[in-house]
């Protein structure tokens, strides 16, 4: 009898979890990468990857954050303390401050990968350097 109240426990959650996740509004971003390759950040960046990955992913695709328009990092502090103020979220103070900064470190990467690659742009197309410049720049504003 036991078991069988365990078994119908664990499937209604897993039924109620999937449902929650099942209404969430879908974003362009979440169409993304849902991963980052993080072998190359510093092991403090890495460790905060892990924490990014498992409170994050509780209540969305971790490719909303990973390919959101978002880059300043007070934008993203003010992110993540919304998030971890949601019911479900299970971040701590700890897990905020991590999560934050994980995502402003990530941020300057993306910038960083950005330059290096209209830089090499120019050097073969100018113009198309100055056209996803423009393009960052216009998308510098959209939040997602």
């Given at each position: 009898m036991n078991?069988?109240?365990i078994?119908?426990?664990?499937?209604?959650?897993?039924?109620?979890?999937?449902a929650a996740r099942a209404d969430d509004p879908t974003f362009p971003a979440d169409n993304g990468p849902d991963s980052i390759d993080v072998?190359?950040?510093?092991?403090?960046?890495?460790?905060?990857?892990?924490?990014?990955s498992e409170?994050?992913?509780?209540c969305h695709?971790?490719?909303?954050?990973?390919n959101t328009s978002v880059a300043a990092p007070e934008d993203w502090k003010a992110t993540v303390e919304k998030m971890r103020r949601k019911?479900?979220?299970g971040i701590s103070?700890?897990?905020?401050?991590?999560?934050?900064?994980?995502?402003?470190?990530?941020?300057?990467?993306?910038?960083?990968?950005?330059?290096?690659?209209?830089?090499?742009?120019?050097?073969?197309n100018p113009s198309a350097a100055q056209t996803d410049a423009k393009a960052v720049s216009a998308g510098a504003g959209a939040k997602n």
């Amino acid at each position: 009898m036991n078991k069988i109240l365990i078994v119908a426990a664990a499937m209604t959650a897993l039924l109620w979890t999937g449902a929650a996740r099942a209404d969430d509004p879908t974003f362009p971003a979440d169409n993304g990468p849902d991963s980052i390759d993080v072998s190359k950040y510093p092991k403090d960046q890495q460790e905060n990857y892990k924490v990014f990955s498992e409170k994050c992913s509780r209540c969305h695709t971790l490719a909303r954050p990973i390919n959101t328009s978002v880059a300043a990092p007070e934008d993203w502090k003010a992110t993540v303390e919304k998030m971890r103020r949601k019911p479900r979220s299970g971040i701590s103070d700890d897990a905020q401050k991590q999560i934050a900064d994980f995502l402003i470190y990530n941020a300057g990467q993306k910038k960083v990968a950005a330059s290096t690659s209209a830089g090499q742009k120019s050097v073969a197309n100018p113009s198309a350097a100055q056209t996803d410049a423009k393009a960052v720049s216009a998308g510098a504003g959209a939040k997602n």
